[in-house]
């Protein structure tokens, strides 16, 4: 498990406590230790060139920052889609199989459905906001396949039904593939890597421009580091689709549970 996802397993206030005082501690030191060693007076004559440095380094993060936020933003919304596709389509893979003319076929189907169901709820869910698999939900969807293939219709009816049971289970299998990758997924490295730089020389720069009011310096500096923490917070929020407070959760599978107990 990454550092980002660890940071989603404590509470949000706390992670985003870590890293907004973690940005903040090194603009404070990083500031006062340049006031320290380096005279505002000696700042003076290159103020004008590293105000324009700077404001093409803000426009490079900024692009940068954009363009990692629209990503996780739109895998998110990805992955929520295909999930609320998935319990859709068990859902009707359940009503197929109330609907099988041997009745004691189709409740031994339903059973192992909802079997299914309530440990992708009680277990593979819980497991994916540790980035980890459940093999109890492996070994079920394994049984109800080996079921499907041992199942033999004998009328024009049930093949219909059994072959619209077998398509609506091939796609099951196939967007619940998808939502476990999307449990796994991160940003790559290099991304992370990219952003962190970029996030320190960002706050660095702010430490070269001469400011006789010491405190204003200070909160101007801060004020970016701030800022830059929320962001980072929020990108590590959307690059996990299935942990921390912005999460995709198993409405339709829950709605399911609902019609179980209803009979």
Not at 18 to 32: D, K, M, P, R
Request: proline letters at 4%; aromatic letters at 12%; a neutral charge.
């Amino acid at each position: 498990m990454s550092l980002t996802a660890y940071l989603l397993q404590v509470p949000s206030w706390l992670s985003l406590s870590l890293i907004t005082f973690s940005l903040l501690a090194f603009s404070c030191a990083g500031l006062w230790l340049t006031n320290r060693k380096w005279p505002i007076h000696e700042r003076e004559s290159f103020k004008e060139v590293a105000g324009f440095i700077y404001a093409t380094i803000g426009v490079i993060f900024g692009v940068l920052i954009a363009f990692v936020v629209l990503i996780v933003w739109e895998q998110l919304n990805e992955t929520k889609k295909n999930a609320e596709v998935e319990s859709g389509v068990a859902l009707a893979l359940y009503r197929n199989a109330s609907l099988y003319p041997d009745k004691a076929q189709s409740e031994d189907l339903k059973k192992q459905l909802q079997s299914i169901v309530r440990s992708i709820l009680e277990e593979e869910y819980p497991a994916m906001q540790k980035m980890a698999s459940s093999p109890p939900t492996f070994q079920l969807i394994e049984a109800f396949w080996q079921k499907l293939r041992d199942l033999e219709p004998k009328t024009a009816k049930e093949n219909i039904l059994y072959s619209q049971i077998l398509k609506e289970m091939d796609e099951w299998a196939k967007l619940r593939s998808l939502r476990l990758q999307a449990a796994r997924e991160e940003l790559p490295g290099a991304v992370w890597i990219s952003l962190i730089f970029g996030t320190l020389i960002t706050i660095a720069f702010t430490f070269i421009f001469p400011c006789e009011n010491r405190k204003v310096h200070y909160l101007m500096s801060g004020a970016v580091a701030l800022l830059i923490a929320f962001v980072l917070y929020n990108i590590i929020e959307l690059d996990h689709p299935f942990m921390g407070s912005v999460c995709v959760k198993p409405e339709g599978y829950e709605l399911m549970l609902r019609i179980f107990t209803k009979g």
